[in-house]
């Protein structure tokens, strides 16, 4: 079997002895009849010499909406002997949990929770990617570099925790892989693809702040929005100068503009709906990431007629619940108290 023209955009990057790497394979969805959401990573880390030996990690998050006193985290470290990837068909493994391109199986259990998942989808047609091209170039030319092979896919499946399953059928999700030297300084990110009564459509928007020779950036954002049939894609260099992200605990807004389209909204949630993972960069670097998979968020796209026509509204999107989006840097945010917790 072909396998589909995304399936490359998964395939690993790390050769298997470079030093000062990092990568990452992700799922997010949302499972609406419980109003739960999940996000599972399988990841592998190669510091720099000096700074440990490589390793792989296996992560789970379940947030619930309902009762956010039974959103928890766990995730486990293990030796890089256990990590073996493959790119006819792409496959990787973390000891015995697998994630191909078209779906993920795995287990984790630690700190009060035993939790498994055997999840598929079919592949999505188009690769999103989040960044100007350019910066795709030769594996990448930036610290990381990001891109979603099934940015909208429908999740089927089970997910049991604590010795209930929770069943998948055709829920929403999306699975990003991203890779490279070192996370950005601050950043923000949101994705969501369950609008109320818009069936189809799919954002996905990045705010990052970068730390070049002891300066750093101010923030740079971009964003996408497919829905209505069409595509707004403001993710080239000349969009950041006319966007702007913001965030704090338990929100993040934005804002992008180009030509007659003007596109804004904001994700929120409660501090008690965000766990907190703490990440190390190659060099050692710790890095701190507040991440929901049940936040609230609104969009709405404006259009106007020339450049000095007035904006009028021609839609508007909301997301209660479904909203997925995290606040990360190099400090911890305070006011989220709950750790992923490694088991």
Known sequence: MTAPPTAADNACRWDGARRGHYEVWYLTCNHLASRTGYWIRYTLEAPLAGRGDPYAQLWFARFDKRDPSRTFAINRVVPIETFSAGDRPFCVRIGDAELRHDAMRGAIAGAGHDVSWDLRWRPAAHTHRHLPGLMYRRGGLGDTTVLSPNLDVPVRGTVRVDGRAVEFSGDPGGQTHLWGRKHAHAWAWGHCNAFDGHPGAAFEVLTVRLRRRGRVSPPLTLLSLYAGGAAYCM???ADTLRARGTWT?????????RGDVRIEGEFSCRP??????????????????????????????????????????????????TGHFETGGRTRDRAVVKDHVTV
């Not at 605990?249 to 503009?257: D, I, K, L, P, V």
């Not at 670097?285 to 000095?308: F, H, K, M, Q």
Request: proline residues 6%; hydrophobic residues 35%.
């Open 249 to 257: 605990t338990g929100r993040y807004a934005f804002r992008a503009e």
């Open 272 to 321: 008690d709906d965000m766990v907190v993972a703490r990440y190390a960069d190659p060099d050692g670097e710790p890095a701190y990431c507040s991440n929901t998979e049940v936040g609230d968020l609104r969009v709405t796209l404006w259009r106007r007629a020339g450049r000095r026509g007035p904006w009028r509204e021609q839609m508007r999107l909301v997301a209660p619940g």
């Open 235 to 237: 993710t080239g260099f």
